[in-house]
């Protein structure tokens, strides 16, 4: 499992490494110096013409940098460094790597003052890549005065920018941007990405990420208590659809969606369970909308359930539910049925009344959630339930501002898991899946095609039709976002760019994708 450390988990496996292994830190130094040199040696292939500017701090990453001056001057290259601090503060190895460079004969120019600046333009120019030494992973306040000026000047000068670990001003626990940072066109990283390059806005500072071995054991990088991953397919547990089987084998899946006007959310997340390949999908939806929602599917059977005479469920659809002869083996619950006492009674009755059928809820049904006084599962619930709210959503559930809920995504989808006791899919371009366990995946599959209406239908389809054909919820919860965003890719390769994409578009590459993963 790819891991995504936080600061402070990676300064314990540095420290784990040195002291109960032995391994020095002179040696991790050394090894990611010449893992940054040998990805710069990779991706320009006149990297012995170009000048090379490192931009140093005065903690392990200037030191960092300092073995990649040091290494690229013996190989000939021209080499100067800016050091951001007195080189009187230098300590530890960091302190070492700037003796050894400066010995060899490097340039280091200390800029402490605004008036350092004034030839920065010059040598930017001058340079033919950047060196981004900074900061590193432990930076937590923001970047002001002379730094924030030279990085704004290192990114407006239009040449390519290698930032070491993560770009500098990129919170790593969170990927809030510190003041500034850094734009790199690469990142390299050492033993273990980190939460801060998967997350937005830090993300898209990273340009293209890569990983370099240090030598730090895998056993330590894979503590219990590291909890955060990505969310990658290769480790899933997937149940094999054998030859003799029939649609009785796969489960028959409710879809409880769609209301006058918004049939189209019905359809979609039909059209995305279809997709997952359950047995039998059967959508419930308001008799004044069940017309209209008919006529839009073929393989769907539909249900028309007691309404409000104008557009959406009356709470008599609850008893219309549970009094019908097909007990589901999942429901989906949300798209498009509006903000009203039938959506309301139906959600809490089903939660109540269902306690063993697993539930997806989504968009209405995360709303009539909302304004329940007491926001809790019942206590006899023993299937899983599935939340997948979009940011609005997830801000009306913890009763908080959308803001502070992008703000620590990570922290938001964890308490709302735990509190709920539920999987909670925190929908955005760096999707977070949590666990009621305290575990938790970042999704960075998808493109910006999937900002448009009707894909968080088709999402919540999918995970109820994986859910319904027998996956267990972690398989069916990960890898129905993983397809996701998968197939929007797939679709803009087709359709020549992610603009204009259609949450209708989807289901056929959403099925070849997880006909790919088994």
């Given amino acids: 499992m790819a891991k995504l450390l936080n ?16 391994l020095p830190g002179m040696v991790l130094m050394e090894n990611a110096g010449q893992g940054v040199v040998q990805v710069l040696k990779a991706k320009l292939t006149d990297w012995a013409q ?3 500017l490192i931009l140093a701090g005065s903690g392990n990453n200037g030191g960092d940098g300092f073995v990649v001056a040091r290494r690229l001057l013996q190989d000939g290259v021209m080499t100067s460094v800016l050091l951001f601090a007195r080189a009187s503060t230098l300590k530890g190895d960091a302190a070492t790597n700037h003796q050894i460079y400066r010995r060899l004969g490097g340039r280091v120019l200390e800029i402490v003052e605004p008036e350092d600046l004034d030839t920065l333009p010059s040598r930017l120019g001058h340079a033919g890549v950047i060196i981004d030494a900074l900061f590193g992973t432990g930076l937590m306040r923001p970047i002001t005065g002379v730094i924030a000026t030279a990085i704004t000047m290192a990114n407006q000068a239009g040449k390519p920018i290698l930032a070491v670990d993560i770009p500098s001003g990129v919170n790593a626990d969170n990927g809030r941007i510190l003041g500034t940072a850094i734009q790199a066109t690469w990142t390299v990283t050492f033993a273990a990405e980190k939460i801060g390059h998967r997350l937005y806005p830090g993300a898209e500072q990273c340009g293209e990420l890569f990983l370099i071995d240090i030598g730090i054991p895998a056993t330590y990088l894979n503590h219990p208590q590291h909890v955060v991953a990505r969310n990658l397919p290769r480790d899933l547990t997937i149940p094999p659809r054998p030859k003799n089987s029939h649609k009785g084998h796969f489960g028959h899946l409710f879809i409880i969606a769609g209301s006058v006007g918004k049939e189209g959310a019905a359809a979609l997340t039909a059209l995305g369970a279809h997709a997952a390949g359950p047995g039998l999908v059967t959508v419930a939806t308001p008799g004044v909308a069940q017309p209209v929602v008919a006529t839009k599917l073929l393989e769907a059977m539909t249900l028309p359930l007691p309404d409000d005479r104008v557009a959406c469920l009356s709470p008599k659809a609850l008893t219309a539910l549970l009094n019908h002869p097909i007990r589901p083996a999942v429901v989906a619950i949300g798209p498009g049925l509006g903000d009203g006492d039938g959506t309301s009674a139906v959600v809490r009755g089903l939660l109540d009344h269902w306690p063993d059928i697993p539930l997806v809820i989504d968009a209405d049904g995360l709303n009539a959630m909302a304004h329940e006084p007491q926001r809790k599962l019942p206590a006899s619930r023993t299937a899983p339930t599935i939340l997948t709210p979009h940011p609005g959503e997830m801000a009306r559930l913890l ?36 666990a009621p366990d305290g575990r938790q995946w970042i999704n960075d599959s998808g493109n910006s095609g999937l900002a448009a209406g009707g894909s968080g239908d088709i999402l919540t389809g999918v995970i109820a039709g994986l859910l319904a054909r027998g996956w267990p919820v972690e398989s069916a919860v990960r890898a129905g976002v993983h397809v996701h965003g998968l197939a929007a890719e797939e679709a803009a390769t087709a359709f020549g760019g992610a603009p204009g994409l259609k949450a209708g578009e989807l289901p056929p590459f959403l099925r070849r994708a997880i006909n790919q993963l088994g």
């Fill in 50 to 52: 170009r000048r090379a």
């Fill in 7 to 22: 600061s402070a988990q990676m300064r314990e496996t540095d420290r784990r490494t040195i002291e109960e292994l032995g």
């Fill in 399 to 434: 009763d908080q501002s959308i803001a502070s809920i992008q703000e620590d995504r990570l922290h938001a989808a964890k308490t709302l898991a735990m509190e709920f006791r539920s999987w909670v899919v925190l929908k955005g371009a760096d999707s977070i899946i949590a």
